[in-house]
Nanobody, 116 residues
Framework: QVQLVESGGGLVQPGGSLRLSCAAS????????MAWYRQVPGNQRELVAR???????NYADSVKGRFTISGNNGENTVYLQMNNLKSEDTAVYYC??????????WGQGTQVTVSA
């Protein structure tokens, strides 16, 4: 079973930057979309950014202009560059990969804490 492994989370001060990485433990064929979600305890998991296999990107309004998603289908990796971080960005961030025939993959989550 292919697993997604995230890295790059941590503690950062407001205004700082972090880069999240996500890599698959094996090859995933037929990727259609890669994305990052985040979740705060007591809240639903929300979409932060997504990138399709064609390179089209979408962002949550709250992160537009600050976060950038990039991915490499061939290497099964996806990244999230987060700049000008705010306290409200504090959450557990999850990597997601969707592939053909209904195959979905989730990472285990990485904590991002923005605090002075």
């Amino acid at each position: 079973q292919v697993q997604l492994v995230e890295s790059g989370g941590g503690l950062v001060q407001p205004g700082g930057s972090l880069r999240l990485s996500c890599a698959a433990s094996g090859r995933i064929f037929g990727i259609t979309v890669m994305a990052w979600y985040r979740q705060v305890p007591g809240n639903q998991r929300e979409l932060v950014a997504r990138i399709t296999s064609a390179g089209s990107t979408n962002y949550a309004d709250s992160v537009k202009g600050r976060f950038t998603i990039s991915g490499n289908n061939g290497e099964n990796t996806v990244y999230l560059q987060m700049n000008n971080l705010k306290s409200e960005d504090t959450a557990v961030y999850y990597c997601f990969v969707g592939a053909r025939w209904g195959r979905d993959y989730w990472g285990q989550g990485t904590q991002v804490t923005v605090s002075a």
